[in-house]
């Protein structure tokens, strides 16, 4: 069934369109040069999907499922340590709505937009192999980061449903980081700039977003 007027822009990675929390645990907590970090996660994702209120889509609720790999590596740069992390998602399920009262609904699957994060430690965070590391006295943690969403997951510009934003993502990053015993507390909050979508439905459409502040704290 061809679906004319549902609309979403969905990004399961976690991309927020308003001032809220981001939560990545132990992002700034030191680790040895070397080290190869792997990641994969496997979820469902089902309830009501807010919209741009200005649509005429009522009723919109989403049944999603979604799976994360990803991979980093911490190495050395100017004696401190930095950390290089890709976390690519994928979703697959379905969409329904109700578009100018009539109920309709259209499948989704593929690329979700990926994240691609570089991190450096600007204080307390040596660059050691694993043998100094482990020696090493836990200092207070300060660090920066910069993450690129690049806009490499699904589009085509005539659906309005889709995976991906179609647009440049950035975000810089400040964070500390300090051990206590067995817990680690961290902070950070950064900033989210966006280009612009320059093939908004029904095509030639331009859609810009406002920065976003994005803060956590763990």
């Known amino acids: 069934m061809r679906t004319a007027g549902l609309a979403i822009a969905l990004v ?17 907590s030191p680790e040895p040069i070397g080290t190869t970090l792997v990641i994969g996660g496997f979820g469902r994702s089902q309830g009501a999907i807010l919209l741009d209120p200005s649509l ?23 004696g401190r340590q930095a950390r290089v992390l890709a976390v690519v998602p994928v979703a697959w399920g379905t969409i329904a709505g109700d578009v100018r009262g009539e109920a309709q609904q259209q499948d989704l699957a593929g ?11 600007l204080r307390g ?25 690049p806009p490499w997951g699904q589009y085509e510009r005539t659906r309005l449903v889709n995976l991906g934003y179609n647009r440049w993502g950035i975000k810089p990053e400040l964070g500390v980081s ?22 908004y439905y029904p095509g030639g459409a ?3 977003q406002d920065p976003v502040r994005a803060s956590s704290a763990s």
């Open 206 to 208: 331009r859609k810009q």
């Open 12 to 28: 399961v990675a976690g991309c927020v369109t308003a001032a809220a929390q981001e939560l990545e645990p132990r992002s700034y």
């Open 125 to 149: 965070a040596p660059a050691l192999k694993p043998a100094d590391f482990a020696r090493a006295p836990r200092r207070v943690i300060v660090g920066a980061s910069v993450t690129v969403m």
């Open 178 to 199: 300090h051990q206590i015993g067995p817990w680690t507390l961290e902070g950070y909050a950064g900033v989210w700039w966006f280009s612009t979508n320059s093939a």
């Open 56 to 78: 005429d889509v009522d009723n919109v609720e989403g049944d999603l499922w979604i799976a994360t790999s990803g991979i980093g590596r911490v190495f050395g740069v100017a």
């Open 111 to 121: 690329l979700v937009d990926p994240r691609i994060k570089l991190t450096i430690g």
